[in-house]
């Protein structure tokens, strides 16, 4: 069997939008997005000690590769970053184009996600891969596995818990709560420098410019603003009377 | 303008987050707006529809929708889409939604902007606006073509009924793509929970794994009779066994929005803040100054709500009596 899971490089730290170009500002430290961690660590756990090959696939610049390797140290198998200056400022319609034509070369059984991305907040990239990919698509899985040809998923909804079948081919969105993902080892941080790395640009995987950044894009960004600013937060320590303290603030705000 | 808002139900019900893009839609006064509603009910809920703003409704009553999946939905309003010619669809997210509205850009090429928060009409050109980098800036967004596909933030808009009539009724049963089918729903665990949901509650008492105990949810329990509200609960909470799921608030529990919000022990990740975060007044009690919470907290106490809980819940009941 063959597991891919598409993993994103975000930056670390806090975030800023750089105000000419109204992107985010990806030139600083970046990591491996911990909600794909849990992605990286479920392929892994599904893969054990099987022959099931573990690719990981990126979307992003050169230095993408540094997280790209973390989930090789992790144990992954293989890595795919589709990286190519037309690529940049990619929304949703153009980066699920260009993941998937990645993904279809790959030609894996199972596809991984994790839960959101924590630059984007966005929690949408899966089913838009999978609508792309023409397979069947199960998010905010909590437990998942693979038996005879499908998978079964549990997961949450607003309402309870689901449990799904559904047919390989597929595309599995994780929730953070499927697993705590494992750190590397020394031996397995050495080793992800001889495993695979392949750097493909958008007509290596039969894309043009036009189907990619803002010409690929069909949303864009028009302003940057402060946001709406809780006034009057107040932090404090307790010194023995936050009890007080709150019910003061209670108090004035009449809600007690 | 002519719009067509995705109307989620579940059971025998319009899901209200749903029902308050309708609202928000029909507000903008401009052109038709219009609604799809997709599951066994459909035609039911279709009038309900009416008093929310929709001069048409789309149903779709096929067998294919009837388990709560996304994928045949993005079929049901791909081809609502087409035959209407909607040029804007609007979406309140939810699990479901937010699978829906994705697929559809992709099957359609639209532009989707999600995470939002508002929207207008400026001259003829539709603005969202949306929060971003964990609510630390505000970014206005638009679309380049049409359709324009907007998924808003759950509790975004209030569902107010704005007295419309009856509406339209137009029945869609399109083809289904082969992937949109083949998902099944196996087994369902809902939980049925007795009383007063917490969703209409005005004042809430959280609790996170920062109790320290399943015990000391009775912590949360007093404060909250105190101060006549009711007790909910984080994801980790409840997947330990510490609380019924009914309480759970969160991106896979319940979305509130209460006049007041105390989180105790509560760490304040992302997956528990989407379901707080409209809340009026948040005072938030954890031991750890570097929490998330406290970066979205009105009230933020960094302390031991061992020791700090009791003495509030003393003090509410000694000012109420």
Redesign the interface.
Known sequence: MRIAVCVKHVPEG????DPQT?R?DRSGEGALNHFDANAVEEALRLKGDTDTEVVVVSLGPQKALDSLRKALAMGADRAVLVSDDAAVGS???AT??LLAAALERQEADLVLFG??A???????????????L???????AMELSVDAGSV?VKR????????????LPVVVAV???INEPRYPSLKGIMGAKKKPQDVLSLAEVGLDPGDAGEPG????????????V?A???????DGN??????D???E?R?? | MSTLVFLEQ?GSELQKGSLGVLAKAASLGDGEVAAVIAGENARSLAAEAGKFGATKVWICEDGEAAQ????PR?DVVAQVVADGGYDSVLFAN???A??????L???L???????LVDLELREDEL?GTR???????????????TPRLA?FRAGSFDATPVGGGDPEIAQVSPSY????T??????????ESSGPSIEDAD?IVAGGRGLGSPDNFTLAEELAKA?GGAVGAT?AVV?AGWYP?SAQIG?????VSP??YVALGISGA??HKVGMQSSG???A?NKD?NAPI?E?????????LH???P??T???RA??S
Do not use: C, M
Request: hydrophobic share 45%.
């Open positions: 806090p975030s800023r939008i109204l985010l929304d949703l319609v699920s184009r839960q959101q924590s630059d984007a907040d966005g929690a949408v990239l899966w089913a838009a891969v999978a609508e792309r023409g397979r069947p698509v199960v998010s905010q079964r949450q909804t607003e309402f309870g818990y689901d449990t799904l079948e559904a047919p929730s953070d709560a894009s069909r949303t864009t960004v028009l302003a940057l603003g402060d946001p709406p809780r009057d937060a107040r932090k404090i320590e307790d936050a009890a007080q303290a709150i019910v603030f209670l108090a705000k809600l007690v | 579940h709560p999946l996304p994928q993005v939810s699990v479901l937010a699978d829906v509205a994705a697929g850009a992709a099957r090429d639209a532009g989707l902007n999600w995470d603005v929060p971003a980098l964990q609510d630390s800036v505000q970014v206005e967004v638009g679309w380049k073509a998924l793509a082969p992937h949109s083949t998902v099944k729903l196996v087994g369902q665990d809902a939980e004042v101060l994801r997947d799921y991106q896979t529990g319940k979305t006049k007041l992302i997956q007044t948040i005072v009690i100054a406290f979205f907290s009105d009230l933020g106490v960094v302390g031991d020791a700090i809980v003495k509030l003393e003090l509410v000012r109420k």
